[in-house]
């Protein structure tokens, strides 16, 4: 028997092909000697450390240019076509948050006026296509927006053409380390700590859930017991999150209050 399992692929995805951050805007960035507040380095070795920082994040930090592979859904992608969008043609949603920016700074007055045709939010057009062929993609979105630029030299999964990680990959790993979990739980003897997995000696306070034992369905109702001390108080808080969840029955929750056996709430 085993635990159920919640999968989230997906969460925070990243490249594993190394990327730049493409702007539409040219990066405006600065150099260490610029902004540093207080003297600089002293030394030969930390003048060459910091002039390389400098090198690193001038390379990182591209000019998004058509011809430029990026990075969409988990996909590579040409830039085509890159074009302002018109004043007039403006969504929605660019126009309230143009309103509100320009409000925000006639109230605060910080830095320059912004201007909506160099407004840093404003929407501009780009066209892509996947890479190696398909149709074209109109895509709306904020100047400032930082795009993810792939090398030409780049991996690809076999089996589904994502870009590595895949879904399958991380959906693979994501099922072996919760089975790994549910194997554990399923080798606690009844009545032991559904957390360390030791057992409760009398002389032990402990805590314990009422209904069916949430990470063990195959023992009796009310076998979900926890050592109630430091090690394990992360154990009951993760159970606690899910037995509350359960929305068990007040008549339950009052009996297990009554066993003594400590505050489940």
Known sequence: MRIPIAVTPGLRWRSRTPTRSGHIDPPNWRPMSEVRIGNGPSTVEGRIQEAEYDRRRREHNVHLQPGM???????????????????????????????????????????????????????????????????????????????????????????CGELPPCREEELDREVGAQLAVSERLMAIPAGNCMGCGEGISHRQKSERFPGPNLWRPDLPEGTARFHARGECAHWVDRYREQWKAQKVPVAAEQAALDLGEGEVL
Request: hydrophobic share 35%; charged share 35%; proline share 9%.
């Open 69 to 159: 592979l990026v990075v969409l859904n988990r996909a590579p992608y040409r830039v085509v076509e890159i074009r302002e969008r018109p004043d007039d043609l403006w969504p929605e949603r660019f126009e309230e948050l143009w309103t509100k920016a320009l409000a925000d700074w006639r109230r605060h007055g910080r830095g320059e006026e912004p201007q909506r045709a160099t407004w840093r939010d404003r929407p501009v057009n780009v066209v892509v296509a996947p890479d190696g062929g398909g149709p074209r993609e109109h895509r709306i979105g904020r100047a400032s927006y930082e795009w993810a630029v792939l090398p030409e030299h780049y991996a690809v999964c076999r089996s």
